[in-house]
Structures are given as C-alpha cells and as structure tokens.
T-cell receptor
Framework: EAGVVQSPRYKIIEKKQPVAFWCNPISGHNTLYWYRQNLGQGPELLIRYENEEAVDDSQLPKDRFSAERLKGVDSTLKIQPAELGDSAVYLC????????????FGNGTRLTVT | QKEVEQDPGPLSVPEGAIVSLNCTYS??????FMWYRQYSRKGPELLMYTYSSGNKEDGRFTAQVDKSSKYISLFIRDSQPSDSATYLCANGVLSGSARQLTFGSGTQLTVLP
C-alpha cells in the first residue's frame, strides 16, 4: 500500500510570495487532514476534509491560506502571501472514516520563508 | 496551559534501558489516547492507541493511561538505537466520523549504542 505522498519536500520562498503544497492520500481514504508543525512542537490541525467537504477549518488563517480537495482525492494547500511566521513543516494525513481508523501521515513539506 | 503537555527532553539512555515517556492532559473530554513516533524529517507514525484506563502492550511497547489523574505513559523495554526519535502524545475526541487530535510537543529520545 502506497503511503500519503506530499510534494514538494522542501520549499524556500521570499515573504509575500505565494506557495502551494500538494497531497495525494492513501487510496480509499475519505478523510484528509492538513497539519502545520512548528519546530519543536506537535502538529496542529489546519483543516479536515470528509471527501470534498471541508468540515473543520476553524484553525485555518483564511486571510492568506486556502485549501481545496477536488473530486475528493488529492488536495492542495495554498498560502498567499507568505509571511516569515509561516515557516514550518506542513503535514498531510489521511484516514478511513470511522473512529477506529488511524491517521497516516505523509513526510511533509518543509517551508522556509525568507 | 496547553491541553496536552510533554517533557521535551532531550532524553538519552543506553541501549537496553527501559524508557518511560510521560504526558499529562487537561481536557476531560478526551476519549482516546495515542502515541506517535516521528523520525527526523519524517511524518509521525502511529505506535499505539487506547480508549480506556489501564495498560496496553504491543511487543516492547506498553501504553499506560490513568484517566483519574489525566496521566499517560509510554514504556519501551530493551530500547534500541532504532528507537531514537521524537515521541508525540496525542489525545482526541470524535468529531463527526473522524477523530479530532490534540498533540503534545513531543519528547526527543536518543538511545546510545
């Protein structure tokens, strides 16, 4: 079984520039999550999708962050414009629906904003 | 106060030692308790999860939950250099059909050969 695939692995941009991250979840996983992990911290949820629907985006900074999950499979997270404080690892995770389904994480995209 | 607290370490132990990693939480609504392992520059991977107070064992790993004191532990027996990683405590509630997880900051463990 292929795992959660994220790209790119690393991204360095200047502040005020846009950036996008892509995630391909495990086949058949209805639920998709985007987390942000700052250095030395645990992951923090940004947004959760059930199929195509964003069901929890309360922690997503909507002034500059946007996300989409077209067709309920792949997802893209965008930041425009990026700020210095956005430097972090952006993790995508997926799971089957249901309370016994573990989250499977990708290896993340490490973003550095200069 | 964070909802889930962990001692950040770093913790260094010799190979073969018994490791104890601890986590406390403040939210009484948490229904299940997980431990994730995260290697450097990798995503977290689930080690163990449990819904109830008591012990759960899986090979060299034992998770212990005490809901009355809101205290969670992970024990690693016969620790190996390959156990060197950051261990994240994650607690959660059900939100719709999916879990809503709150992670601790993690404890960095190094097992010395």
């Amino acid at each position: 079984e292929a795992g959660v695939v994220q790209s790119p692995r690393y991204k360095i941009i200047e502040k005020k520039q846009p950036v996008a991250f892509w995630c391909n979840p495990i086949s058949g996983h209805n639920t998709l999550y985007w987390y942000r992990q700052n250095l030395g911290q645990g992951p923090e949820l940004l947004i959760r999708y059930e199929n195509e629907e964003a069901v929890d985006d309360s922690q997503l900074p909507k002034d500059r962050f946007s996300a989409e999950r077209l067709k309920g499979v792949d997802s893209t997270l965008k930041i425009q414009p990026a700020e210095l404080g956005d430097s972090a690892v952006y993790l995508c995770a997926s799971s089957l629906a249901g309370n016994n389904s573990p989250l499977h994480f990708g290896n993340g995209t490490r973003l550095t904003v200069t | 106060q964070k909802e889930v607290e962990q001692d950040p370490g770093p913790l260094s132990v010799p190979e073969g030692a018994i490791v104890s990693l601890n986590c406390t939480y403040s939210n009484s609504a948490f229904q299940y308790f997980m431990w994730y392992r995260q290697y450097s520059r990798k995503g977290p991977e689930l080690l163990m999860y449990t819904y109830s107070s008591g012990n759960k064992e899986d090979g060299r790993f034992t998770a212990q939950v005490d809901k009355s004191s809101k205290y969670i532990s992970l024990f690693i027996r016969d620790s190996q250099p390959s156990d060197s990683a950051t261990y994240l405590c994650a607690n959660g509630v059900l939100s719709g059909s999916a879990r809503q997880l709150t992670f601790g900051s993690g404890t960095q463990l190094t097992v010395l050969p």
